[in-house]
C-alpha cells in the first residue's frame, strides 16, 4: 500500500484525533505492522529539557537520549550553545548568559 495513503487514511480511523487509540482492531493491527510496535505516546518540555516518552528500539531510544542531551545544551531563547545553563524564575529554563541578563 502506498506511504501517502496510509498516512492520509490512518488519522481518520483514530479515536479522538489520536492515533494512539484505534477504533478498529485492524487499523490497530495496521499500525502495529507499519511501526514494528514502536510509538511515541508523549513528548513535552520538563525540568527545562525536552522528554519523549514511548516504546521504541534501542536504536531510536539511543537517537532520542542524544536530542535530549542537545536540547539540554541549547539556549531557549537564542539556540547557542555556549554557556547555557538551568536559570530559575519560578520555572526553569535553558538561557545562554546573553539572554540569562
Given at each position: 500500500m502506498d506511504a501517502f495513503i496510509i498516512k492520509t487514511i490512518y488519522p481518520l480511523l483514530a479515536s479522538g484525533n489520536s492515533v494512539v487509540r484505534v477504533k478498529y482492531w485492524w487499523g490497530h493491527r495496521l499500525r502495529e505492522r507499519l511501526t514494528k510496535?514502536?510509538?511515541?505516546?508523549?513528548?513535552?518540555?520538563?525540568?527545562?529539557?525536552?522528554?519523549?516518552?514511548?516504546?521504541?528500539?534501542?536504536?531510536?531510544?539511543?537517537?532520542?537520549?542524544?536530542?535530549?542531551?542537545?536540547?539540554?545544551?541549547?539556549?531557549?531563547q537564542c539556540g547557542a550553545k555556549d554557556n547555557v545553563q538551568i536559570i530559575d524564575k519560578g520555572w526553569l529554563y535553558n538561557l545562554c548568559e546573553k539572554c540569562a541578563g
Open positions: 510496535g514502536q510509538m511515541i505516546t508523549d513528548i513535552k518540555e520538563k525540568y527545562a529539557t525536552l522528554r519523549i516518552y514511548g516504546y521504541f528500539d534501542k536504536e531510536i531510544d539511543s537517537i532520542i537520549e542524544l536530542a535530549e542531551i542537545e536540547c539540554g545544551n541549547t539556549c531557549q
